[in-house]
């Protein structure tokens, strides 16, 4: 677990706390926190044990303290160095993790004490918060019947309505625009959406990043839009004539003639059908609707696929990084597509994603403890169904954690097939990929595009599920989260401002700057924001897509 008490001096059986040696002491300053707050926080403490850790029973207890010194954490809402010591001797304060409060909701959150690194407070501090923790980390615990908890999942703060506020939704960047998953005329981006979609399996590209720009610009406009207020659209950047002319349709009509023609064309139909199938781009699609074929059996007709029946063989695909023969892997991942599709192809709920989740973190824990996750993609953004699930990994040991994760994406591959929980990988990189625009070896993103198996909760029968492994080292695990998260348009975004704007490479196995190569090692999502010269903008407004 991420916290043993640090030995003091004071802090002896003397004390008058029959406290367990379990038990957190938490200190909170006052200063700086509204009294509301402060009784919230106050709460959470006192009502709340840590119930389970690894779903057996934990002691593991938070209390208050009004002594400092004595206190295993220090929750402050300050973050300047001068303020604190105004509070706290600095000798004590460099003894023990200051966090920010949001330390103490996540835990409570999340049933168990959070590592402090996403949370340090006074940024003076940065390294003697974290190195506390990471000796808190691997300092053997007290009890030797306690088992540490090998893995954990970073959580999401909540919205903050004054950042969100600060943001502007007329920004040329959708990285500048707060995009939430539904806006006000969604219905009107549906609509779009679908000629978009009709660029896309047509390979016409330009023309479908029009619609997807457009497209953006509008889930970012935070009013219904009305035959009074479309004037005000001409202000908006990438609204051309055209569109805005489908805009005053379907503000008419309901619906745009041009997507209607789309909809109902039997090759768009064809063709929508085949890029479903994993492996299928719209070129292939093309070429397959050019060989004749109109319909997903008859792809499997082509393919000599058998429905719900695939080759469990294809996990020699773990040895593709040394094939050459890249052809032959992606018919291979197409015939897993095509046959796997019926349940490929529906999504999957939150609750399953999460579950996913730590049934995978779980199988890492018996390779390398000491790991936590990110579930990024789809999820992440707030959608109730996702289409995969995105899991983005690391150590949690700042320092050595980059030796840790190195080759670990195909040992847990190998343990999840051993174990029977994936059946076929589609897609395994990154473990000697060379960045040739950077002067550092990147080889710190490898992924794994698998298929996972399993039966969920009453499910009836075992269900096929497309789940992503991203691991990265914890110097880039928060750009790959950010690049693993979406939405489309959001990235390509971020991209396009670290470039024109900031003289930056932006992607998700790290951010450097073009001129000397610097690269950036941002401790918390905020903080590649912040390298980036961008206000933070939650996940869940991050949907710069329809
Ligand atoms: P859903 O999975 O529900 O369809 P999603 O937004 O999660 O929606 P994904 O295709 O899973 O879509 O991709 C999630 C994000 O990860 C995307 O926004 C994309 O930026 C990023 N991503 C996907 N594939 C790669 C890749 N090979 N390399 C880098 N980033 C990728
Ligand atoms: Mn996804």
Not at 64 to 88: F, G, P, S, W, Y
Not at 257 to 272: H, K, N, V, W, Y
Not at 278 to 303: N, V
């Amino acid at each position: 677990m991420p916290f043993k008490r640090p030995l003091s001096s004071s802090d002896d059986s003397e004390s008058n706390d029959e406290r367990q040696d379990n038990t957190i002491l938490v200190y909170i300053l006052r200063a700086k926190i509204h009294p509301e707050t402060m009784s919230e926080l106050a709460s959470l403490v006192e009502n709340y044990q840590f119930e389970r850790v690894n779903n057996r029973p934990s002691e593991r207890n938070l209390e208050l303290t009004a002594d400092v010194e004595k206190a295993d954490i220090i929750v402050t809402a300050t973050n300047m160095r001068q303020r604190l010591e105004r509070h706290i001797d600095w000798r004590i304060a460099k003894t023990k993790p200051i966090v920010s409060p949001s330390w103490l909701r996540d835990s409570v959150k999340s049933g168990r004490p959070l590592p402090c690194g996403s949370y340090v407070a006074v940024h003076d501090l940065d390294d003697e918060t974290l190195r506390i923790c990471d000796i808190a980390q691997h300092t053997p615990s007290g009890s030797s019947s306690e088992k540490e908890t090998s893995w954990q999942t970073e959580l999401d703060e909540p919205v903050d309505a004054a950042e969100v506020e600060s943001l502007s939704y007329d920004a040329k960047y959708s990285c500048l625009r707060p995009s939430p998953l539904v806006c006000p005329n969604q219905n009107l981006v549906k609509e779009l959406d679908v000629i978009r979609r009709g660029r896309n399996v047509e390979g016409e590209e330009r023309s479908m990043l029009s619609y997807s720009r457009a497209i953006s610009v509008i889930k970012a406009f935070p009013h219904v839009i009305t035959e009074h207020n479309i004037q005000g659209l001409h202000e908006l950047p990438f609204l051309g004539e055209k569109i805005l002319s489908m805009i005053e349709e379907f503000l008419k009509a309901g619906r745009i003639t041009e997507a209607q023609t789309i909809l109902g064309d039997p090759r768009f139909q064809s063709l929508s059908a085949f890029i479903t199938i994993h492996g299928i781009g719209p070129h292939s699609a093309r070429r397959l609707y050019d060989l004749g074929l109109r319909t997903l059996e008859e792809l499997e007709r082509y393919y000599e696929v058998k429905p719900g029946v695939s080759d469990e063989e294809t996990m020699s695909l773990l040895d593709a990084e040394a094939s050459a023969n890249k052809e032959a892997a992606v018919e291979q991942s197409i015939k897993i597509g095509l046959a796997l599709r019926h349940d490929l192809n529906q999504t999957i709920p939150r609750e399953e994603v999460e579950a996913i989740n730590r049934t995978i973190m779980q199988e890492l824990g018996h390779i390398q403890k000491g790991c936590k996750s990110m579930i990024a993609g789809s999820y992440r953004r707030g959608k109730l169904q996702s289409n995969d699930v995105d899991i983005v990994i690391t150590h949690s040991d700042w320092n050595s954690g980059s030796q840790k994760v190195k080759g670990l994406c195909k040992k847990l591959v190998q343990r999840l097939h051993e174990q029977g929980l994936v059946t076929h990988v589609m897609h395994l990189s990154g473990f000697h990929e060379h960045d040739a625009l950077r002067m550092h070896h990147w080889d710190s993103l490898e992924k794994a595009l698998t298929v996972f198996v399993w039966r969920h909760d009453s499910q009836p029968r075992r269900v096929y599920r497309r789940v992503d492994l991203i691991f990265a080292a914890p110097e880039v695990f928060w750009t790959a989260v950010v690049g693993w998260t979406g939405s489309t348009m959001f990235e390509r975004d971020l991209r396009l401002w670290a470039k024109q704007q900031k003289g930056m490479k932006f992607d998700s196995s790290g951010i450097s700057r073009r001129r000397d190569s610097k690269l950036y090692h941002p401790r918390t999502e905020r903080d590649v924001f912040k390298v980036l010269g961008l206000v933070y903008i939650h996940p869940t407004l991050r949907n710069a897509d329809a």
